[in-house]
């Protein structure tokens, strides 16, 4: 036994150090399996193939489909996209056309969407060598009378095109002889063009009359003509016979919806006497008078 108060040195015991697996160092050389090497050779083969394709002459854009063309002429769509008449062969396909795997289509629909009687446009490849370009165009309400031009208003008003130009298609032609007209007089209509927007009161006070019928107001005429000039404002009339100032209106104080009820009071002021009228005043939908013939 230990003596008491005697000190013993506690024995330490050894410290075993876990073994770490040596470090491998990677070899300089890759080594590849068979199946790495195979997919680099297919990666390797894909890349040839597009570079190959994409620098080829056989895809290179020779023809250009137009579709859903009918206001627009296809004459402003290639020139929108580049490829117009003095860009043609003398057979009339592209010249130097780019190849169809590098063009970027995107820009070129957004060069047709901004042409004036175009709401969208879409560019698909049409392999070997061309494209198609279908055009989706708006569609007009009215026709717009100022001078010699006559300019086709859509439902916002947007002017997209004049049916009287020189180069205006034929549809745009038709579509104008069945579409009601406003025939502008005054000394300001002649600041209207193609691609601006009408003003936003004029185009709701012209919606309005433009489509008035003779059975709206009891007649027995065929149809009516609208015009707007500077001494009287909007005028409803008969050719060779009676004709109804339906005046000028604002945005706040005498609005376009006034026009319903002068509608009615026109009705009243005709009813039984049409043929005696020659000019009939609406100062608004209740107060009205009218010159007799």
């Known amino acids: ?8 040195t506690p024995r330490r015991g050894r410290v075993r150090r876990r073994a770490t697996p040596p470090i491998q160092r990677s070899s300089a050389r890759i080594r590849f399996s068979p199946r790495r090497a195979l997919a680099a050779l297919v990666m390797v083969a894909t890349a040839a193939a597009i ?67 175009v709401a969208d446009a879409s560019i698909a490849a049409a392999l ?51 579409l009601p007209t406003i025939a502008d007089l005054r000394e300001a209509a002649g600041s209207l063009a193609i691609g601006s927007t009408l003003d936003p009161l004029d185009l709701d006070v012209a919606t309005r009359l433009a489509s008035l019928t003779p059975a709206d107001v009891g007649s027995r005429v065929a149809a009516f003509d609208v015009t707007v000039d500077d001494r009287d404002g909007w005028i409803v ?22 026009v319903p009820a002068q509608v009615r009071l026109l009705r009243s002021l005709l009813a039984g006497r049409e043929r005696d009228v020659k000019r009939a005043i609406l100062a608004d939908g209740e107060a009205g008078t009218f010159v007799g013939k």
């Open 1 to 8: 036994m230990m003596a008491h108060g005697s000190r013993r």
């Open 51 to 117: 570079y190959g394709v994409a620098a080829s002459p056989a895809f290179a854009l020779r023809t250009v489909d137009i579709g859903g063309t009918a206001l627009t002429g296809t004459g402003e769509v290639r020139d929108a996209l580049g490829y117009g008449a003095s860009d043609l062969a003398p057979d009339g396909t592209v010249a130097d056309g780019p190849n169809l795997f590098r063009l970027a289509t995107g820009p070129l629909a957004d060069r047709i969407r901004a042409l004036p009687a």
């Open 128 to 178: 070997p060598d061309g494209i198609r370009v279908t055009v989706v165009e708006r569609e007009p309400i009215l026709v717009w009378a100022d001078g010699d031009r006559r300019l086709l208003v859509d439902r916002d008003g947007l002017v997209i095109g004049d049916a009287a130009a020189v180069d205006a298609t034929d549809a745009a032609a038709r579509a104008a002889s069945g």
């Open 237 to 258: 009339s008969v050719k060779n016979g009676w004709e109804a100032v339906f005046g000028f209106y604002t945005p706040t104080v005498r609005r376009a919806d006034l």
